[in-house]
C-alpha cells in the first residue's frame, strides 16, 4: 500500500512540476513580461547573456535629429533569426523611457511599461529577423534620445540592451 502512495504522490508531482514548466515557458512566447521594463533582461531560466557589441543585430534610423512630435522610422536587422525582442526610446540624460511606437510589424505588440506603447515586444514566437517600426516624439521637449532593444535567439540566448545612435532633438540651444 505503501508503495502505490509514493508512485501516488511521484506522479501528481511530475505532474504539477510539468505544467508549472509548460506554462512559465510559454509565459513569454506571447511577449516580454513587465517585469522586464527597467532593465530589457529577459525573465527566462537559466539564460545565457551575450555581449551587446556584436556584429549580428544593428537598431538605428534613418534620420541623426528629430523635433517634438515627430515620427521616427527605427529599423532593427539581424544576420540571424530570433524569436524575441523588446524595444524602447531612452532618453540620453536620465535612461528614462520616452515617447510612443504607432507602426508595428507583424508579430509585434504594445506594451505599456510607464505610459501607453513605450515599448514594443514580440507577440508569437515565430522567427524574425528584420523589423521595422514608426516612433512618436512626445509634443514636449524631452532632449537627445537612443533606442535600446533586447533580442532572444533562443529560450537559453539573448543579448540585452544593444543600442542605436544617439538622436538629437532638433532646436535645442
Same mark, same amino acid.
Given at each position: 500500500? !505503501?508503495?502505490?502512495?509514493?508512485? &501516488?504522490?511521484? =506522479?501528481?508531482g511530475?505532474?504539477?512540476? @510539468?505544467?508549472?514548466?509548460?506554462?512559465?515557458? #510559454?509565459?513569454?512566447? &506571447?511577449?516580454?513580461?513587465? %517585469?522586464?521594463c527597467t532593465d530589457m533582461m529577459p525573465r527566462h531560466l537559466r539564460v545565457q547573456l551575450h555581449s551587446s557589441n556584436n556584429n549580428y543585430i544593428t537598431v538605428? @534610423?534613418?534620420?541623426?535629429f528629430y523635433f517634438p512630435g515627430d515620427k521616427v522610422p527605427v529599423t532593427v536587422?539581424?544576420?540571424r533569426d530570433y524569436m524575441g525582442f523588446m524595444l524602447q526610446a531612452r532618453k540620453v540624460s536620465n535612461n528614462e523611457i520616452a515617447g #510612443?511606437? =504607432?507602426f508595428l510589424p507583424p508579430g509585434s505588440k504594445?506594451? %505599456?511599461?510607464? !505610459?501607453?506603447?513605450d515599448?514594443?515586444? &514580440?507577440s508569437d514566437k515565430s522567427l524574425?529577423?528584420?523589423l521595422s517600426f514608426v516612433w512618436k516624439a512626445p509634443d514636449q521637449p524631452i532632449g537627445d534620445i537612443k533606442f535600446f532593444i533586447s533580442i532572444v535567439q533562443s529560450y537559453f540566448v539573448y543579448w540585452a540592451k544593444i543600442e542605436s545612435a544617439v538622436v538629437a532633438q532638433g532646436g535645442q540651444n
Open positions: 500500500m !505503501e508503495d502505490g502512495r509514493r508512485a &501516488h504522490t511521484a =506522479i501528481v511530475w505532474a504539477c512540476m @510539468t505544467l508549472c514548466l509548460v506554462s512559465y515557458v #510559454t509565459a513569454f512566447s &506571447h511577449g516580454a513580461s513587465l %517585469t522586464a538605428h @534610423t534613418n534620420v541623426s536587422r539581424s544576420t #510612443t511606437f =504607432i504594445l506594451l %505599456t511599461c510607464f !505610459e501607453d506603447g515599448t514594443v515586444t &514580440h524574425k529577423r528584420n
